[in-house]
Structure formats: C-alpha cells, structure tokens
C-alpha cells in the first residue's frame, strides 16, 4: 500500500462528500438557531468513511457515483446526529468532538438533541430524493430506506448503543463485546457500503461480499477506536482520551490487553480484504481504506 496514493485518493472523496454536505443544511433557514447547530455538528470535521463506503459501493457496481450523492450525504447525517446525541450528559457526556466543543456545549443540551433529530430527519428526506436523480430505479431507494432504517434503529446502531449503556459498570464477555459493536458501529458501515451497491443494482452474492466485508471492517475500526482511547493523543483524536475508563465500559484492550487488540484489528482486516478479491483493481481503493485502519491515529 503506497500511504501518499491513498491520502491523495481518500482527500479527492473527502472533499467531494465536504463540498455537499455543505449544500445540505440552508444556514439562513428559519429558525436560526436550529440550522447553526445542525451546519456546526455536520461540517466540524470527520472521516467521511461512511459516504465514501457509499461512493464505493456505487464504483463496484458500475455506477457514476455522483448519481447516488444525497445518500452518501444522508449517511453521513444520520453518523453525525449519532455523535451528538452520543456526547450528550446523559450518554458519554463528552465535552470535546474533533477537536471542538460538542454540541450541547456550543448549544445548550436542548439544541443538541434536537439537532440530532433534525439531522437524522433530514437524512431521510435525502434518501429519498435519490429518487429524482435520472437512471436510478426507484425501487432500489425504496431497498436502500429500509436498508438504512434497519441499521440505524433498534436492531441497529441504537440497539448497540442501548446494550453499551447497560454494559457500563459490568464486565461482559468477547461475544457479548461482538455483537454490541457489529449492531453500534457496523451496522451503519454495513449499510453504507451496500446502499451505494443497491442503488447501482449490484446482485445479491456480491451484496453479500460487502456485507462481511463492512462487518469486519466495523470490528477492527471499534478495536483501533478502543486502543485509540488509550494510547491516543488528544490533539490528533480530537476527543477526551480515556472516556472508556471514565464510564467504566469493557473494551477490547480490557478484554485482551493492547497488542493482543491490534492482532484482532489485523485478522478483521485480513478478512475484509479477502472478500473483495473477485472484484479486481476497482476494489483497490476499499482494501486500502482496510489497512488504513490499522494506521489510523484519530
């Protein structure tokens, strides 16, 4: 893997997914206050993977990616509204996200949940313009809505985030750690990657490649984020370092210490290449956006 073609490849996406969302929320919207807090959460900062995955399932089905922009947009909302409500007091109560002050801290708590609602209600009026774009079936949105609902619901990403709640305070096993992080924070990857796919009417067994693919790469990005909580720096993470500890949640360096934890980063890894491999060069891209993960320091 060459690091600089990569950056140079990822930065190309980044600001492409940056210079839409930018078009998503009217900063002179009334009210005023809602729509402020709503640009600073989704335009401070952030990785972009989730829309980039949503990029990149669309290139490996055949499509212009460009047609399928609102939904890597609305990924990226619903990401962003997880976040906020994630930061809130009565949740991580976090008070520092990409290197800013979160939302409720900019904004009151009360603008911040609703921020949040706002974002993610929003998200859904951008799946659903997909619709609109000329050469997309519009049975494919329909799939990609319920698609993105599912992961983003109780069997989902809040499911996830509801058993880590439960899980402060207790000691929990591998498989219970498993499936809080597949549902928490692969789910929504999941999604991501096969809504881009879905809409560029890719067939159900390569749908499926991506599916494991996207479970595994959530699995090794919650261990880097787990190690990250330990051994990061504060400066380039851009949130409190040791939140983990502070809420008394079992992690995997908990679990397994921290090196054993960068062996399980490499073996999801491993496995997440291995299920692109019948796709050729255009899955390039999506095999170093794996291994980056392993390289990653925020």
């Known amino acids: 893997m060459d690091l600089s073609i990569f950056s140079h490849e990822l930065n190309i996406r980044k600001k492409l997914i940056e210079d839409n969302l930018v078009k998503c929320i009217n900063i002179n919207a009334h009210p005023p206050s809602i729509h402020a807090a709503m640009e600073y959460a989704l335009l401070n900062g952030g990785k972009r993977i989730r829309p980039i995955m949503v990029l990149e399932g669309a290139k490996l089905a055949g499509i212009d990616y460009k047609k399928i922009l609102p939904t890597a947009c609305a990924l990226e909302l619903i990401h962003t509204y997880s976040l906020v409500h994630d930061d809130l ?9 990409r290197g800013k002050p979160t939302c409720h801290i900019e904004y009151g708590e009360d603008i911040a949940i609703l921020t949040g609602d706002a974002l993610l209600t929003l998200a859904f009026e951008l799946l659903a313009s997909n619709s609109q774009v000329v050469g997309i079936n519009n049975l494919n949105v329909v799939k990609v809505i319920s698609e993105v609902a599912n992961a983003a619901g109780s069997q989902g990403m809040i499911g996830g985030q509801v058993i880590d709640l439960a899980s402060e305070g207790k000691s929990i096993d591998y498989d219970s750690l498993l499936n809080l992080h597949s549902l928490k924070t692969g789910k929504l990857f999941e999604a991501s990657l096969v809504s881009g796919a879905i809409l560029g009417d890719m067939g159900e067994e390569d749908i499926k490649k ?25 400066s380039k993470v851009g949130k409190p370092i040791g939140s983990d500890e502070k809420n008394f949640k079992t992690t995997y360096p908990t679990l397994f210490g921290i090196e054993k934890s960068k062996e399980l ?7 997440c ?26």
């Open 89 to 97: 007091p009565a949740m991580d109560n976090d008070e520092l996200r």
């Open 265 to 271: 980063a490499k073996v999801n890894i491993d496995k």
């Open 210 to 234: 991506l599916r494991n693919y996207a479970y595994h790469y959530g699995l090794a990005f919650q261990i880097t984020d787990d190690i990250l909580d330990v051994t990061g720096d504060v």
């Open 273 to 298: 290449i291995d299920n692109l491999n019948s796709f050729g060069e255009k899955a390039d891209f999506l095999k170093s956006l794996a291994i980056y993960t392993l390289l990653r320091n925020n």
